[in-house]
């Protein structure tokens, strides 16, 4: 049985330079403890081999209490208040924070101050209590209307200006519909579409990888999909595997694999979120190919 890994899987440039930056600061900590503000990735095997490393995760509670220390801000980002708090408890910000969600955070803020003087609204797509959206909805002063389905438009008063922004690892597809939903309401009430500003502000290296593993997923008879169940961009990016390949499989890493899955099959392809490193898909080949040789 042929085993391939999707060579487009894997981190993005954001987590990859949050992990980077973690191990650096690891490596030469003195003994110091380094503390992350939420889990550096949504993947739990990473989080807990870089536990092993030092690493320390922390809840939004236990920051307050912190002082003299120092704090990794992971690549979602933070909102002001964070960066409020470190200067206020003397604790040293190692910003891992992604370019990406950092010139995202710029747009929000920007578009709050115009649309506020407009008498506008400003809607983010996203998870609610998501790390990212928090850190948008900061820049907003928490006033922005985070939107994840058809029945939470209903928080928007579509006779006032719209602004509509996604998080950045959401799927385009759900972005767009959510945008012609948003159409369709504003129509209803009577209101114009000047009055509606849609930004896809969704990462480039995430909307990429949704064609790209379509294709992985048609070229092979099964798929696993290796990702932390908490990855916003795993569940996306799984359903578009899915979607082309019904013999595809969201596992968090290799114990989660059945034998059954592979009979009658004669190709297994492996891929993973933005958030999946490669190491963990490496282990899951590895675990199907043993099967394949104890056959």
């Given at each position: 049985?042929?085993?391939?890994i999707d060579k487009?899987?894997?981190?993005?440039?954001?987590?990859?330079?949050?992990?980077?930056?973690?191990?650096?600061?690891?490596?030469?900590?003195?003994?110091?403890?380094?503390?992350?503000?939420?889990?550096?990735?949504?993947?739990?095997?990473?989080?807990?081999?870089?536990?092993?490393?030092?690493?320390?995760?922390?809840?939004?509670?236990?920051?307050?209490?912190?002082?003299?220390?120092?704090?990794?801000?992971?690549?979602?980002?933070?909102?002001?208040?964070?960066?409020?708090?470190?200067?206020?408890?003397?604790?040293?910000?190692?910003?891992?924070?992604?370019?990406?969600?950092?010139?995202?955070?710029?747009?929000?803020?920007?578009?709050?101050?115009?649309?506020?003087?407009?008498?506008?609204?400003?809607?983010?797509?996203?998870?609610?209590?998501?790390?990212?959206?928090?850190?948008?909805?900061?820049?907003?002063?928490?006033?922005?209307?985070?939107?994840?389905?058809?029945?939470?438009?209903?928080?928007?008063?579509?006779?006032?200006?719209?602004?509509?922004?996604?998080?950045?690892?959401?799927?385009?597809?759900?972005?767009?519909?959510?945008?012609?939903?948003?159409?369709?309401?504003?129509?209803?009430?009577?209101?114009?579409?000047?009055?509606?500003?849609?930004?896809?502000?969704?990462?480039?290296?995430?909307?990429?990888?949704?064609?790209?593993?379509?294709?992985?997923?048609?070229?092979?008879?099964?798929?696993?999909?290796?990702?932390?169940?908490?990855?916003?961009?795993?569940?996306?990016?799984?359903?578009?595997?899915?979607?082309?390949?019904?013999?595809?499989?969201?596992?968090?890493?290799?114990g989660d694999v059945?034998?059954?899955?592979?009979?009658?099959?004669?190709?297994?392809?492996?891929?993973?979120?933005?958030?999946?490193?490669?190491?963990?898909?490496?282990?899951?080949?590895?675990?199907?190919?043993?099967?394949?040789?104890?056959?």
């Amino acid at each position: 049985m042929q085993v391939t890994i999707d060579k487009n899987s894997g981190y993005c440039f954001g987590v990859e330079f949050a992990i980077q930056m973690a191990e650096d600061e690891l490596s030469h900590g003195e003994g110091h403890t380094l503390y992350c503000l939420g889990d550096i990735v949504h993947n739990r095997m990473e989080v807990e081999r870089l536990h092993q490393q030092g690493l320390r995760v922390i809840d939004r509670e236990q920051l307050g209490t912190l002082h003299d220390c120092k704090v990794l801000i992971r690549a979602h980002g933070e909102p002001p208040e964070t960066y409020q708090l470190a200067l206020q408890n003397n604790l040293e910000l190692i910003d891992a924070s992604c370019p990406v969600v950092l010139k995202l955070q710029n747009r929000v803020k920007h578009a709050f101050d115009a649309t506020t003087r407009e008498n506008g609204q400003v809607v983010i797509y996203g998870q609610p209590g998501h790390a990212e959206v928090i850190g948008l909805t900061g820049q907003t002063r928490n006033q922005a209307l985070i939107v994840m389905t058809e029945a939470d438009l209903d928080q928007i008063d579509f006779r006032r200006p719209v602004t509509l922004f996604s998080q950045t690892t959401k799927s385009t597809a759900g972005f767009y519909k959510m945008k012609a939903l948003i159409e369709a309401r504003i129509a209803a009430a009577g209101g114009t579409l000047e009055s509606f500003d849609a930004n896809d502000s969704i990462c480039r290296q995430v909307s990429n990888r949704e064609p790209q593993l379509a294709r992985f997923a048609q070229e092979q008879d099964v798929i696993l999909f290796v990702s932390g169940r908490k990855s916003s961009n795993g569940k996306a990016l799984f359903s578009v595997v899915n979607a082309v390949n019904p013999h595809s499989y969201f596992i968090e890493n290799e114990g989660d694999v059945q034998d059954e899955w592979f009979a009658g099959m004669a190709s297994v392809g492996i891929c993973g979120a933005t958030s999946t490193p490669l190491w963990l898909m490496r282990q899951v080949a590895a675990r199907v190919e043993g099967r394949a040789v104890a056959a």
